[in-house]
């Protein structure tokens, strides 16, 4: 699949649960914040508020989970993408 696919998918699912895994095989499971044209913003399950940790984030260092947009996942390591029903989380 290609970058644009998935691109307009995650627009398409933006504010809805999702696991997504990576060509690398990593699974990531959380509610999709945000979409740019490199990266999907994905908030994970349970994150609510400030966790009171450094890490880097959709504006840069310092502003992870608590900036409310979680963490990024480039597109182009997209391997699959699935919507998950609302009661899962």
């Not at 959380?30 to 994905?42: A, L, M, S, T, Y």
């Not at 840069?60 to 609302?86: D, E, K, R």
């Amino acid at each position: 699949m290609s970058v644009r696919y998935y691109y307009e998918l995650c627009c398409k699912y933006k504010g809805r649960p999702v696991k997504i895994a990576t060509r690398d095989g990593v699974v990531h499971r959380g509610v999709i914040r945000d979409v740019d044209n490199h990266r999907v913003f994905i908030e994970p399950f349970g994150c609510q508020g400030n966790l009171g940790g450094f890490g880097y984030g959709f504006y840069g260092p310092g502003y992870g989970y608590g900036s409310g947009f979680g963490y990024g996942i480039a597109l182009g390591a997209i391997g699959t993408l699935a919507l998950l029903p609302f009661f899962y989380w």
